[in-house]
């Protein structure tokens, strides 16, 4: 069955990098368009980063850009979210989602604090 596993969470202190992963399985990865998005608490879920299913074209947020990269292995099923420069306000739960399909991960928490 279709199954996306995010991990590379975890805290960091403002300023600092993190490097989501999301492996995906069960689908033809190579033909879908993949997200990350993120949900705040108390907020609504936004679109973080989306890459098309080659990789040759992405599309970003505003409040990430020129600071998160999105990419992808289409060998190793896996889609990745370099993060830079992170403010408090990253502070998020953040999923990946094949924009293809419509199916989410169960997400990675990522905090930004000092």
């Known amino acids: 069955q279709v199954k996306l596993v995010e991990s590379g969470g975890g805290l960091v202190q403002p300023g600092g990098s993190l490097r989501l992963s999301c492996a995906a399985s069960?689908?033809?990865?190579?033909?879908?368009?993949m997200s990350w998005y993120r949900q705040a608490p108390g907020k609504e879920r936004e679109l973080v980063a989306s890459i098309s299913s080659g990789g040759e074209s992405t599309n970003y947020g505003d409040s990430v850009k020129g600071r998160f990269t999105i990419s992808r292995d289409n060998t190793k099923y896996q889609v990745y979210l370099q993060m830079n420069s992170l403010k408090p306000e990253d502070t998020a739960m953040y999923y990946c989602?094949?924009?293809?399909?419509?199916?989410w991960g169960q997400g990675t928490q990522v905090a930004v604090s000092s």
């Open positions: 069960g689908f033809p990865f190579s033909y879908n368009a």
């Open positions: 989602k094949s924009e293809t399909r419509g199916s």
